[in-house]
């Protein structure tokens, strides 16, 4: 059974450094094809796609945010690190992550659905 | 910065039949932008309904179904229940590895 789980402080101060965790099991992430990203959903509005990191180590992120994010993965502890720089209340979210299969074919990979996530921890941005 | 855009909310009767579509502000959406779609309920995670334009993910009924049609792709809800009630989500694969959201589609079941 695959499952991931979020963690992290609930509240974070503007200016600070949010770091957020996810332990996930039931997959590896150092089998071809295995991604994990992060999204987030600020309260009442449209999800958002924040970064994804890859069974290669490779790392993406989203335009609008790659200045102040940045993901890493511990394969010994099944688990991803987002970490999101100089907090600002417009980032106060509820943040999930999840599993992103991809496939190869003629040459590269392409991604299946983000098929299983967690059920999301709440980030409130506020002095 | 590619924009996404959906429907922000759309309506249907139970039983019906309804399509959702899913756009980019500039250009069209190919089968190269292995479209998703997602639904979510409220204080839900999102769950995922189909992937690479047409594929149903694990355990989706067959009312649900996705296609392009014309510049857009399209996720199709064929006799609608009320549990069907939901935001929807899709999510284009844009290139440089990166993933857009649609800003999202509150449909309403009535």
């Known amino acids: 059974q695959v499952t991931l789980r979020e963690s992290g402080p609930a509240l974070v101060k503007p200016t600070q450094t949010l770091t957020l965790t996810c332990t996930f099991s039931?997959?590896?992430?150092?089998?071809?094809?295995?991604?994990v990203s992060w999204i987030r959903q600020p309260p009442g509005k449209a999800l958002e796609w924040l970064a994804r990191?890859?069974?290669?180590?490779?790392?993406y992120y989203s335009t609008s945010l790659k200045t102040r994010l940045t993901i890493s993965k511990d394969t010994s502890k099944n688990q991803v690190v987002l970490t999101m720089a100089n907090m600002e209340p417009v980032d106060t979210a509820t943040y999930f992550c999840?599993?992103?299969?991809?496939?190869?074919?003629?040459?590269?990979?392409?991604?299946?659905?983000?098929?299983?996530w967690g059920q999301g921890t709440t980030v409130t941005v506020s002095s | 910065q590619t924009v996404v855009t959906q429907e922000p909310s759309f309506s249907v009767s139970p039983g019906g039949t309804v399509t959702l579509t899913c756009g980019l502000s500039?250009?069209?959406?190919?089968?190269?932008?292995?479209p998703s779609w997602y639904q979510q309920t409220p204080g839900q995670a999102p769950r995922a309904l189909i992937y690479s334009t047409n594929i149903r993910s694990s355990g989706v009924p067959d009312r649900f179904s996705g296609s392009i049609l014309g510049n857009k792709a399209a996720l199709t809800i064929t006799g609608a229940q009320s549990d069907d009630e939901s935001d929807y989500y899709c999510v284009l694969f844009v290139g440089n590895g990166i993933l857009v959201f649609g800003g999202g589609t509150k449909l309403t079941v009535l």
């Open positions: 500039s250009g069209s959406v190919s089968t190269s932008y292995y």
């Open positions: 999840a599993r992103v299969p991809f496939y190869y074919g003629s040459g590269s990979y392409y991604p299946l659905a983000m098929d299983v």
């Open positions: 039931g997959f590896s992430l150092t089998t071809s094809g295995m991604c």
């Open positions: 990191i890859d069974w290669d180590d490779d790392e």
